[in-house]
């Protein structure tokens, strides 16, 4: 059965997100994504680089099977792993089904605008408790600075989730610094990209923690 969701966001901005990430992901390793929705990002990422594993994960099981039906539309199944059930909030993640292999690199597209503060307090926590010092956490979506919208888009985007859900919204990039570096992450790089998005590349430093 063909479950594939298909997301027109996800088709517009893959190429872009691509193009970074083949720049700050380590070129051999398991990529460990949260929130991966569809999957049409999750396979777009896998046949792009060559070196990464991509495992996919979401808490959602229609988005689930939609990653499954996209892994084996793609002729992916010998390469890349099926989804995870991974709740950001339910701690510590299930990983178990990797084995022995170590998660080398975390990424989160678009989750943190659309979920409550909670959510990313507990992904940047346990991203914390997963990855090895010097190994990246890259989130994706559209931020604050100095506490203001950098478009009038934006802005309206803000309220719009607001007004679906009041812990919502577009966070400021000061507060999730001060988590990241609570939790043994240095001060991001940012890369602008397009639609007034930015992607935020963290590392860990220092012990493990």
Partial sequence: MDNRLF??????NKKAIAALLSKTLPEIGVTLEIASGSGEHAVFFQK?????TWQSSDPNPTFR??????IKFEGLEKRMP???NIDVEERPW????????????????NMVHISQWKCTKALIEESSKTLQSGSPLILYGPFKINGKHTSKSNKLFDASLKSQDPNWGIRDLEEINNLALVNGFNLPKLFEMPKNNYSLVYNKVGRDI
Avoid: M
């Fill in 7 to 12: 997301f027109p966001a996800t088709q517009r």
């Fill in 82 to 84: 099926y989804p995870l």
């Fill in 94 to 109: 299930n990983l178990s089904s990797l084995g022995n292999r170590k998660i080398n690199a975390i990424v989160c597209i």
């Fill in 48 to 52: 792009e680089l060559k070196g990464t």
């Fill in 65 to 70: 099977k939609s990653i499954k039906s996209w």
